[in-house]
Nanobody
Framework: QVQLVESGGGLVQAGGSLRLSCAAS????????MGWYRQAPGKQRELVAL???????NTADSVKGRFTISRDNAKNRVYLQMDSLKPEDTAVYYC??????????????WGQGTQVTVSS
């Protein structure tokens, strides 16, 4: 099993910054990707940003130029630096880890989420 624990969420004014952190532990063998998703009330969960084991990153258009994902491979941690926050960024942010199985295939693991609230 893999456990993911997010931290760093909170209440911030528009234009402010937050840094989310996700720590992964457990039976980690080969990480394909780690990333962040978010879900606002009444909306579908959406990808915010992810980073692959090969070092590439994908960032949602809505946060490009404002959010930056980074990863500490040695510590199995992934971070999301969020700058110039907007009220529409308000959501529960979830950490995701995709692990490759030795036998083939992969499995996704999710954290419990951390609330980010941006006031206007």
């Amino acid at each position: 099993q893999v456990q993911l624990v997010e931290s760093g969420g909170g209440l911030v004014q528009a234009g402010g910054s937050l840094r989310l952190s996700c720590a992964a532990s457990g039976r980690i063998f080969s990480i394909l990707a780690m990333g962040w998703y978010r879900q606002a009330p009444g909306k579908q969960r959406e990808l915010v940003a992810l980073t692959t084991s090969g070092g590439s990153t994908n960032t949602a258009d809505s946060v490009k130029g404002r959010f930056t994902i980074s990863r500490d491979n040695a510590k199995n941690r992934v971070y999301l630096q969020m700058d110039s926050l907007k009220p529409e960024d308000t959501a529960v942010y979830y950490c995701n880890l995709r692990q490759l199985f030795v036998t083939g295939g992969y499995q996704d693991y999710w954290g419990q989420g951390t609330q980010v609230t941006v006031s206007s």
